[in-house]
């Protein structure tokens, strides 16, 4: 009998429990004791990972935000220097232009004075009286000869006047562009021993060759005061000197 009600006992016992473990995972399905815990315990575990991934991402941010900044000091400074590499030549180009370049005082072979290339100015002097200056300067670009003595011929004169042997000079006045030269002209004689004196208001002073007797290019005509100029059979020139006080010395 008492072998019979241990077994019964031990079904009962069974199946009791079988019940109890039901019951419990019945109270684990409605979200209450043990499966709470595990839920936080789950939640618990991973909050960290995105606590660790933020900083990542801020490091991140700041990465970029240190590239950017980079990239605007990069940007900055190539804009600098290149604004002041554009700055200064432009700078340059404007304080310091190229000049041009000078022409030559002469260039070329020196050529014969004559009307074309020289300016001839007569002017009456106090001393020596009764004497006319002629002073013929090159305005042309090449240095030019002033050969022998000037031919001159007052208002309708057929014949030139002679010159004075003793003011030849030691060598061919040489005129460069822009220089003179000078002759001087004994207009009639001081003591008034002249012939055949008259009054005259136009001049023409040719010039000559090498050879000294031709007449070569086109004469000059300067202008005389307006009443004229007394002129008398002692008419007489200089040789074309290089300095005027050569000139008037005679």
């Given at each position: 009998m008492s072998s019979i009600r241990n077994p019964r006992t031990r079904l009962l016992g069974a199946a009791a429990t079988v019940v109890l473990a039901a019951l419990s995972l019945t109270?684990?399905?409605d979200g209450t004791g043990a499966h709470d815990e595990g839920a936080a315990a789950t939640t618990g575990t991973t909050a960290p990972p995105s606590t660790t991934k933020s900083p990542s991402s801020g490091a991140g941010s700041s990465n970029s935000g240190s590239n950017s900044s980079s990239g605007s000091d990069?940007?900055?400074g190539s804009s600098n220097a290149s604004g002041s590499s554009n700055a200064t030549p432009a700078a340059d180009s404007?304080?310091?232009p190229t000049p041009a370049p000078k022409a030559p005082a002469s260039s070329g072979k020196p050529v014969t004075c004559e009307g074309s290339n020289t300016k001839t100015v007569a002017a009456?002097?106090?001393r020596p009286v009764n004497h006319m200056l002629l002073t013929v300067t090159n305005t042309g670009s090449k240095s030019c000869y002033l050969y022998g003595y000037p031919a001159v011929r007052f208002g309708e004169a057929q014949a030139?006047?002679?010159v004075i042997e003793e003011s030849q000079p030691q060598a061919?006045?040489?005129l460069k562009p822009g220089e003179s030269g000078y002759a001087s002209v004994n207009l009639s004689a001081a003591d008034g021993s002249g012939t055949n004196g008259h009054t005259v208001k136009s001049l023409t002073v040719y010039f000559r060759g090498p050879s000294g007797n031709e007449?070569?290019?086109t004469g000059a005509h300067p202008s005389l005061p307006v009443n004229g100029v007394y002129v008398d059979d002692s008419l007489k020139v200089t040789f074309w000197q290089q300095s005027m006080d050569d000139a008037i010395d005679w």
């Open positions: 109270a684990c399905s990069s940007s900055a404007r304080s310091t009456p002097l106090n030139v006047p002679p061919v006045v040489t007449s070569v290019g």
